[in-house]
């Protein structure tokens, strides 16, 4: 019956975290977002409707005889040109206070790109990116080692301070991909920054593979979210420390620990999500013993 | 260049094996195929037509107030009696000729149920499964090995006498799981009978997660696939044997070897997919490395 309630607990997560691809979603309402021909998001008709004020930035189709969408004008040619355009028209979104996301402005941007792999189009403040269910990127690492035997991970406690999700569960170390930073640039950043791995040691971890989902927000918007997961197998006498505040308390954990708290709200989702796949690909959760075992990979791996 | 062809002839593999979700597939002009309230595949027009004969097994609604879909009877109450009476009907499919896929009639039965962690609501004869866009389960095995401090891989290359894709490189051993069988059991039955993999030495296998993919055939039915995949470390010395002659050699290939293997078509695709799997989760390939590291993993996974 225990197990039964998790297998139900997790599979719950990753609908929540699916939520865009679920019945009932604005998915069908929003209008696809297009820059230079290609589309690069999905944006609400709440903002849609707010960005028409705006045609030297933002080009509005309704669908009369041209597909609706929302389109970059094609004047704005360069990546730079877009940025600031874009950026100049986010800035007084956000003061006008109806986006409840521009509360957490960042300061930082994100690129934003067809595929990852593409030259980035222009860039977008971070917290502006759900308006245009812009993709986001981040890496996460998890942090393992063996103690008489068996598996231990390493957990973050995210600081208190923290704007999004303070006090939960995350993984030894994460962080976004800011625009001009590469994967494991990031990874070494991040690891450095808030667990105090020393790069030399974070340049063991093994890339593997991704997580990817898109859900919608309380507050509307639309978070379509992909992390490169990396597995760092650390020294039996490694311990992290805090470093930048942004997490108040390590912990190793025995698995069987990191399995029960993935299905509890204690971890931030999609930090559960990469310890959930850590788990899965490391086969301490086993097809024959997880009623769910398909849908919590599938789950995993929404693409948009 | 290399490397870009590499990437291009990758993840347009990836796009075939998922063309069932592409533009132009028949996935918009399929019926939802249910069984006792719950949907367990898609039905192509042609095939619900033919079915229309049928009533006392398949309830054909086309619409006209109530949703379309094809609909085992509801008299069939019992896994037993829908059993006997889909394969009546299937018997007498093939002897019209009318559907290539029943050419390959395997004599043996799959479990069709809404998600694999439930009771199957009956069996279905192997090879009528993409009539009916029935979901099938498979497991495959990557055998590893270090030499000189370099990960090999064993691969299988198929017997000329198989039914399907003859000659081709496979997984060490693979093979669809039957109805009544578990997933380590079939993994356990499928090395010992292809590879001559002793249970004790198979037992030590790690399940490492599922690929999924659906794609049209070229004669028009829908392969919703599944496959459980497991990872064994092998001895140095251990060397496979042919055993019931659906192998016709091993080969021990550096990773370097395998991963040019995965983007020609020498390669049986979904096993081409395992192995990319195992490629990315064991970091040999990454994602600076990679333009499309994003779109492999994503296309990996991609649940119906």
Same mark, same amino acid.
């Given at each position: 019956?225990?197990?039964?309630?998790?297998?139900?607990?997790?599979?719950?997560?990753? /609908?929540?975290?699916?939520?865009?691809?679920?019945?009932?979603?604005?998915?069908?309402?929003? !209008?696809?977002?297009?820059?230079?021909?290609?589309?690069?998001?999905?944006?609400?008709?709440?903002?849609?409707?707010?960005?028409?004020?705006?045609?030297?930035?933002?080009?509005?189709?309704?669908?009369?005889?041209?597909?609706?969408?929302?389109?970059?004008?094609?004047?704005?040619?360069?990546?730079?040109?877009?940025?600031?355009?874009?950026?100049?028209?986010?800035?007084?979104?956000?003061?006008?206070?109806?986006?409840?996301?521009?509360?957490?402005? /960042?300061?930082?941007?994100?690129?934003?790109?067809?595929?990852?792999?593409?030259?980035?189009?222009?860039?977008?403040?971070?917290?502006?990116?759900? !308006?245009?269910?812009?993709?986001?990127?981040?890496?996460?690492?998890?942090?393992?080692?063996?103690?008489?035997?068996?598996?231990?991970?390493?957990?973050?406690?995210?600081?208190?301070?923290?704007?999004?999700?303070?006090?939960? !569960?995350?993984?030894?170390?994460?962080?976004?991909?800011?625009?001009?930073?590469?994967? /494991?640039?990031?990874?070494?950043?991040?690891? +450095?920054?808030?667990?105090?791995?020393?790069?030399?040691?974070?340049?063991?971890?093994?890339?593997?593979?991704?997580?990817?989902?898109?859900?919608?927000?309380?507050?509307?918007?639309?978070?379509?979210?992909? +992390?490169?997961?990396?597995?760092?197998?650390?020294?039996?006498?490694?311990?992290?420390?805090?470093?930048?505040?942004?997490?108040?308390?390590?912990?190793?954990?025995?698995?069987?620990?990191?399995?029960?708290?993935?299905?509890?709200?204690?971890?931030?989702?999609?930090?559960?999500?990469?310890? !959930?796949?850590?788990?899965?690909?490391?086969?301490?959760?086993?097809?024959?013993?997880?009623?769910?075992?398909?849908?919590?990979?599938?789950?995993?791996? /929404?693409?948009?």
């Amino acid at each position: 019956m225990a197990a039964a309630g998790w297998s139900a607990r997790v599979t719950a997560l990753l /609908r929540r975290m699916n939520s865009f691809h679920g019945a009932g979603s604005s998915k069908a309402l929003c !209008l696809p977002f297009m820059v230079a021909g290609q589309q690069v998001g999905h944006v609400l008709p709440s903002v849609a409707k707010y960005l028409c004020q705006y045609p030297a930035v933002f080009l509005v189709s309704r669908g009369d005889g041209v597909p609706a969408c929302v389109e970059l004008n094609k004047k704005l040619a360069s990546s730079e040109q877009r940025t600031d355009a874009v950026e100049g028209v986010l800035r007084e979104m956000r003061a006008q206070q109806d986006f409840p996301c521009l509360k957490e402005w /960042r300061e930082e941007l994100y690129s934003v790109m067809p595929y990852f792999c593409d030259t980035p189009l222009f860039s977008m403040e971070r917290s502006a990116t759900p !308006l245009f269910g812009v993709k986001r990127y981040g890496t996460h690492l998890n942090g393992y080692t063996w103690r008489n035997g068996q598996m231990f991970m390493w957990l973050a406690r995210r600081a208190l301070s923290k704007l999004t999700y303070p006090g939960l !569960l995350d993984n030894m170390a994460a962080g976004g991909i800011a625009s001009g930073l590469g994967v /494991r640039e990031t990874l070494v950043k991040e690891s +450095q920054e808030e667990a105090c791995i020393p790069a030399s040691l974070t340049a063991l971890a093994k890339a593997a593979g991704t997580i990817s989902y898109t859900y919608e927000g309380a507050q509307g918007g639309i978070y379509a979210e992909c +992390q490169f997961v990396f597995d760092l197998k650390l020294p039996e006498g490694f311990v992290p420390q805090v470093g930048d505040g942004e997490v108040q308390q390590f912990y190793l954990w025995p698995l069987e620990k990191v399995k029960e708290a993935i299905g509890s709200p204690d971890f931030k989702p999609n930090c559960a999500m990469v310890a !959930l796949d850590f788990l899965i690909r490391h086969g301490y959760i086993q097809p024959d013993g997880e009623p769910h075992y398909v849908e919590l990979v599938e789950g995993l791996h /929404r693409t948009l």
